[in-house]
């Protein structure tokens, strides 16, 4: 089956523009200008991806970022044109998988989808364990396929696509030291530039719902220099 992507933006001609670029590629595109259409959209058919304009008629794109019950575990990309930095690290923290900022090079756009919907479906690293779809460590319970954990005290946290992967990388090294550009190659299949600094902020969002403390992280530590270390021994199923 083709992929199906929803495209929230109110710009007819960047809408357009993006919708003609992924069919040529062979993706199916549903192009949406309100947050209330995508609402109604989302009652009939769930998509593979969406790719999120902040700017819209009936409100900012950010909330839905933030709304774990609708899209929060669907991969989002946000194609917006406000550039600056806070926003880009406000978008990651609270839920994007990517951020593009406008005008942009539609092949990169594409390149970009493609990267999200790989990370999306299967992680892995140069000499890591494959794990199960669901797996136990320390206090938490994962299940990668819901994208949730589950704390021993029954609390459930919803994890981003991004995060869900993120975290399988790491459940699948744990001991090991992997660097930036490891997590990147293996999360993101992409480099951003300078803008690779974007791993920190999914680390700290992800230590966040661990609630693993950033000054003394336990879980997720933090070797200067090289890279970060998944420091729990997981448990599959049964064990």
Not at 72 to 86: A, D, E, S, Y
Not at 213 to 226: E, M, N, Q, S
Not at 229 to 239: H, I, L, N
């Given at each position: 089956?083709?992929t ?7 710009d ?11 069919k ?46 609708n899209l ?15 926003d ?10 990517d951020?593009?900022?406008?005008p ?18 299967s992680?892995?690293t ?56 490891q997590?990147?190659d ?12 974007s ?28 890279g970060y ?11």
């Open positions: 089956m083709r199906l992507v929803y495209l929230i933006e109110d007819p001609d960047i809408s357009k523009l993006i919708s003609r670029t992924l040529q590629q062979g993706m199916q595109v549903v192009c949406l200008r309100k947050l209330s259409e995508l609402e109604i959209a989302m009652k009939k058919q769930v998509p593979d991806l969406c790719l999120i304009d902040l700017s819209l008629p009936d409100g900012d794109g950010m909330s839905l970022l933030q709304d774990a019950g929060g575990t669907l991969p989002k990309i946000v194609v917006t044109g406000r550039g600056n930095v806070t880009r690290v406000v978008g990651l923290e609270i839920g994007a998988d951020y593009v900022v406008k942009f090079e539609p092949r990169e756009l594409v390149a970009r989808v493609r990267a999200v919907l790989r990370r999306y479906s992680s892995s140069p000499n890591s364990q494959p794990i199960g779809q669901n797996v136990e460590f320390g206090e938490w319970a994962a299940d990668f396929n819901a994208c949730i954990l589950i704390h021993t005290d029954g609390s459930i946290e919803t994890l981003s696509a991004s995060e869900s992967s993120l975290l399988k990388v790491f459940v699948e090294s744990a001991g090991r030291v992997l660097s930036r550009d997590l990147l293996a999360t993101v299949g992409h480099h951003d530039g300078p803008f690779d600094r791993m920190d902020a999914r680390i700290s969002r992800l230590r966040k719902k661990l609630r693993d403390d950033p000054k003394t992280p336990k879980l997720i530590r933090t070797v200067y220099g090289a270390v998944f420091s729990a021994a997981p448990r599959k199923d049964g064990e």
